[in-house]
């Protein structure tokens, strides 16, 4: 399959946890606030457009008085030439260390000093600024997170002071087998792709990114149309709406660079990759590498994720029973083009592992799940987003995932889908993406004598 993105446009996909196929919505002016009866707990909310193309959305939850803002720009790892590999982050960790009208330590201590908190990371397609505080500063947290986004200074100093953290992080990660697979994992099943880059970069390109090609990068990819900003909280829209017109009036837009063309590479049949660490049991990870999918099909991806490993009765939970892992995860990553799930489980007994999970996978593609699996599942999706809406830095910083990437209305949609999953949906998947053979399977072993 071929990827070819359109300059100028949002190119639409996948969200964070699940893949859709997208129907574009585009709101150029305020829109009403949407979804006044919905049971969903990302409605109601205000969208706005900006006249520089900056989106805005507001979600007012009074349940607590706290607010946060999260800023989320559509540059990550798959946006880099790979001689600037790990530029996404570089200039994330230079975000709050000065700007024109702030030192070096003043973003951070400003906020800090009403009891608020902030952070940011970077992904492969986003990066992310993020400020929780009390809802009684949000005038303050805003326009903090406003001059930092607009006027990054790259003080020469801290560049290089930020460098060599960098490279330390980046060398502690190396001994992370769980961070080594996924890296794996990314460059393997998505070879020759831009979603093979790492992250964070090497000693050698961090080392050779100077402070003009960090401000030439971020001049490129910061621009008010390639941004989402979400308050939520403990506010008011009216006043947000207007306090961010005046924060981001002589915010000037641009054409962001498009992603290059590429093509998907297609799945290899009982691949495996093997590798020795200085670690005292292995780490094996089955990948499954995902197209861009439906909603419905998305949906039953999910629950069928909750019945392999969603609680107590969960398929693969017997391991732990058996006595066979000591640690087991599953996961579902989404990009827009692209996506994977994962099995993955540290044991002392690899071979009988591997075996098992071919076993339970397979069992499932051939003969099924049974509807009670499905409605317990359904039933514990339902209580993880209620939980996940409770918590309104959790609400924002998924807001502006789907926004960026798609739109606010597809999780929306997701939720509605998740309902309507049958049995019948849930074997239907298992058989078409997760067929034992149609993994990747990675495997971190100690090395001899361990």
């Not at 799940?369 to 339902?382: D, I, N, S």
Request: net charge negative; glycine share 6%; charged share 20%.
């Amino acid at each position: 399959m071929s990827i070819r993105s359109v300059p100028g446009r949002k190119i639409l996909g996948p969200t964070i946890f699940f893949i859709f196929l997208l129907n574009a919505i585009l709101f150029l002016t305020v829109s009403p606030v949407y979804g006044e009866k919905a049971t969903s707990g990302f409605t109601p909310f205000t969208r706005r457009t900006l006249e520089n193309g900056l989106t805005v959305i507001v979600k007012e939850t009074h349940f607590a008085p706290v607010v946060a803002v999260e800023i989320r720009v559509g540059v990550g790892a798959i946006h880099e030439p790979p001689e600037l590999q790990g530029i996404s982050h570089f200039v994330e960790h230079m975000f709050f260390k000065g700007t024109k009208h702030r030192p070096a330590g003043a973003i951070a201590g400003e906020i800090k000093a009403v009891g608020g908190r902030l952070n940011a990371s970077t992904s492969r397609e986003t990066t992310c600024y993020y400020v929780t505080a009390p809802s009684a500063y949000t005038d303050l947290v805003l326009e903090v997170i406003a001059d930092a986004i607009q006027h990054t200074s790259f003080d020469p100093v801290e560049v290089e002071r930020e460098r060599k953290v960098i490279i330390e992080e980046i060398m502690m990660n190396r001994d992370d087998p769980l961070r080594r697979l996924s890296e794996e994992i990314h460059r393997s099943l998505f070879a020759g792709t831009p979603y093979a880059a790492n992250v964070i970069g090497t000693p050698e390109t961090v080392g050779n990114i100077d402070r003009e090609a960090l401000v030439a990068y971020y001049q490129k990819h910061y621009v008010p149309n390639n941004m989402v900003v979400v308050v939520g909280g403990d506010v008011e829209t009216g006043q947000v709406l207007a306090r961010l017109e005046q924060l981001f009036k002589g915010f000037n837009p641009g054409e962001a660079p498009p992603l290059p063309s590429f093509e998907v590479p297609q799945a290899r049949k009982d691949a495996r990759l093997e590798w020795e660490a200085e670690i005292n049991q292995t780490y094996l990870s089955f990948a499954f590498p995902l197209p861009p999918l439906n909603a419905e099909d998305s949906a039953a991806l999910g629950i069928l994720q909750f019945i392999l490993d969603g609680g107590r009765s969960a398929r693969l939970r017997k391991l732990y029973s058996d006595g066979l892992i000591n640690q087991l995860g599953t996961g579902l990553t989404s990009y827009r083009h692209v996506g994977y799930f994962t099995v993955t489980a540290t044991t002392q007994n690899p071979a009988l592992v591997e075996e098992r999970i071919r076993e339970i996978l397979g069992e499932i593609s051939a003969r099924g799940v049974t509807a009670k699996e499905v409605e317990v599942a359904q039933a514990m999706v339902r209580t993880a987003l209620a939980l996940e809406a409770e918590r309104v830095s959790s609400l924002v910083s998924l807001i502006s995932w789907y926004e960026i990437i798609s739109c606010l209305e597809e999780r929306i949609r997701y939720e509605q889908a998740l309902t309507e999953v049958t049995k019948e949906d849930v074997q239907r998947v298992a058989a078409a993406y997760l067929q034992p053979e149609q993994a990747t399977l990675f495997m971190v072993k100690p090395k001899e004598g361990k």
